[in-house]
């Protein structure tokens, strides 16, 4: 297994910046694929990112490209999510998550979960 704890999240303003992190224990982290999602109050959960094992593949929803960014450091067994201009539209619970394989944005396809930060952008 691996635990995933996500933190960064926050109350900030439309156009602020904010950088979401997601440690990772337990199994191997370079050995997952790994994702962001997100889910506003009364929607199903959103594909934002995902990034390959390597770091040398990632995929974005196309709602999120040019504004967030996903990376990640092997050796702290952490991911990222760096998100710029953000728009109240992004207030949601923001969760990562880990597969094995390629890049995909299907929650139903990743395994580990971990409990989410909350991020909420005022207008």
């Known amino acids: 297994q691996v635990q995933l704890v996500e933190s960064g999240g926050g109350l900030v303003q439309a156009g602020d910046s904010l950088r979401l992190s997601c440690a990772a224990s337990?199994?191997?982290?370079?050995?997952?694929?790994m994702g962001w999602f997100r889910q506003a109050p009364g929607k199903e959960r959103e594909f934002v990112a995902a990034i390959y094992w390597s770091g040398t593949s990632t995929y974005y929803a196309d709602s999120m490209k040019g504004r967030f960014t996903i990376s990640r450091d092997n050796a702290k067994n952490t991911l990222y999510l760096q998100m710029n201009s953000l728009k109240p539209e992004d207030t949601a619970v923001y969760y990562c998550?880990?597969?094995?394989?390629?890049?995909?944005?299907?929650?139903?396809?990743?395994?580990?979960w971990g409990r989410g930060t909350q991020v909420t952008v005022s207008s």
């Open positions: 998550a880990a597969k094995i394989g390629r890049v995909a944005g299907q929650p139903l396809e990743y395994e580990y």
């Open positions: 337990g199994r191997t982290f370079s050995s997952y694929t």
